[in-house]
């Protein structure tokens, strides 16, 4: 017996793969499925299965991939609703496949269809795939799968069901039981979740705050309060899930790739993906273009700026990095919005250097704009606008444009994006600054 986990470190998912003779079973596979068939290989074994604990909101997986690829069945519970070839895997259920066997509870409260996977062992429970339930240190949030009309009271109901999965389900498990969860720490599914990939059902009855000793009430206070942003891009990827997205390299190839083109060969009226550095992006760049960095958090913020079914451009510095941002834009499932992709293009329009010196003598003389969420603290300048990044683009007609406007975030990469935004968005009589990595040295 062997258990793999694999880690995108940008959206901070694991998956697994868990051998035994000659088979594998892939659960929560990522959208690449091209590591799961390399470790098939470097096994010399074949993939029998793929299990899904729950439609995913934050990534796109490739279960209906690997299924028509190699044959491989497709569980997941029965209350899913998806329209790919499905094994329900509804509790008490289970399977064998070499010597191991599988077992599934059902463990609502992220979402009413969430399952763990219990994998036993000549008679004993060694371990559980947790999914999007059990993280370590914490567990999984309850507002990702409610309608609009009626969230709070469907995410009061789902966060009492999750009060009661933990406690009857997953800490009636053995404590060296070892917990394998979909995610880590900078994933948005939960609020506080460790670094660490790994734990037992023992060390998170001791360290994580939802497995302590508490009232439903009071459980339930905290598990809802200071949610983090939900991603535009959620919903559509749940939705995508249940169907099933197409193969990685088909949806890749269709892709358009254009030679170095003029602002006049683009349509004006789509946005320009542009991710080069800041300081490069700030000395010409194209009209309508947002600058959207390759850093760990492309994807979220791709996906928080872009509504589902907007088309726009994808631009990096080169070749090479537009390939590397197309496949992180397909793990989003995003990639069929892309108009055509290519090498950034130095265009007419600039960015204006911060005038530092004035803004701290006089920063009453600036409108100033903070995209951090609330929860990240209090201001950090007196009487700034607080529009946490995902929601400027509705909130540009709030912002007065009588004064300069200065926009910050807490180091610099979100104001990168937000000052393009709103240069690209307001009239070009009112200046736009970026405080940048300044910010750092005027809240310490």
Request: charged residues 25%; contains cysteine; negative net charge.
């Amino acid at each position: 017996m062997r258990i793999e986990q694999f880690k995108n470190e940008y959206l901070s998912h694991y998956s697994y793969a868990i051998s035994s003779e000659d088979q594998i079973v892939v659960i929560d596979p990522a959208r690449d499925p091209k590591h799961y068939y390399d470790y098939a290989r470097e096994e010399n074994a074949t993939i029998v299965a793929v299990i899904e604990t729950h439609p995913h909101a934050d990534f796109v997986s490739s279960h209906l991939e690997i299924h028509e690829t190699t044959g491989a069945k497709i569980y997941s519970h029965s209350l899913s609703g998806v329209a790919y070839p499905q094994v329900p895997f509804d509790e008490g259920d289970e399977f064998k496949f070499g010597r191991l066997k599988l077992k599934c509870l059902h463990t609502p409260g992220h979402s009413p269809d969430s399952i763990s996977v219990v994998l036993e062992y000549k008679g004993a429970d060694v371990a559980v795939f947790t999914g999007d339930t059990l993280f370590i240190g914490d567990c999984g949030r309850p507002d990702l799968r409610t309608n609009a009309g009626n969230m709070e009271a469907e995410r009061a109901e789902l966060a009492r069901q999750m009060y009661h999965t933990l406690r009857d389900k997953l800490m009636v498990l053995g404590d060296d039981v070892l917990v394998y969860p979909a995610h880590g720490a900078g994933s948005l599914c939960g609020k506080a979740l460790s670094s660490v990939s790994l734990g037992s059902i023992g060390n998170e009855k001791l360290t994580n705050w939802s497995l302590q000793p508490q009232s439903e009430a009071d459980f339930v206070r905290e598990l809802t309060t200071d949610l983090p942003f939900i991603p535009k891009y959620f919903s559509y990827d749940v939705q995508l899930n249940c169907k099933g997205a197409p193969g990685l390299e088909k949806a890749f190839s269709k892709v358009i790739r254009l030679d170095r083109p003029t602002a006049a060969e683009l349509n004006p009226d789509l946005i320009v993906v542009d991710a080069r550095a800041a300081e490069v992006f700030k000395k010409g760049f194209l009209p309508n273009a947002i600058n959207l960095m390759p850093g760990t958090k492309f994807e979220t913020w791709l996906g928080s700026i872009i509504d589902p079914g907007q088309r726009f451009y994808l631009s990096a510095a080169t070749y090479k990095e537009v390939n590397k941002l197309i496949a992180r834009t397909a793990s989003i499932g995003y990639e069929s919005f892309i108009e055509a992709a290519f090498i950034s293009v130095v265009g007419t329009e600039v960015m204006p250097e911060m005038p530092l010196d004035a803004f701290i003598k006089a920063p009453e003389s600036f409108t100033v704009v903070d995209l951090r969420n609330t929860v990240e603290g209090p201001p950090i300048f007196k009487n700034a606008l607080r529009i946490p990044l995902g929601e400027l683009s509705a909130h540009i007609q709030d912002i007065p444009l009588d004064k300069p406007v200065v926009v910050h975030c807490a180091g610099g990469y979100r104001s990168a994006v937000g000052s393009s935004i709103l240069a690209a968005a307001i009239d070009d009589n009112t200046p736009v600054y970026d405080l940048g990595e300044a910010v750092k040295e005027l809240s310490s």
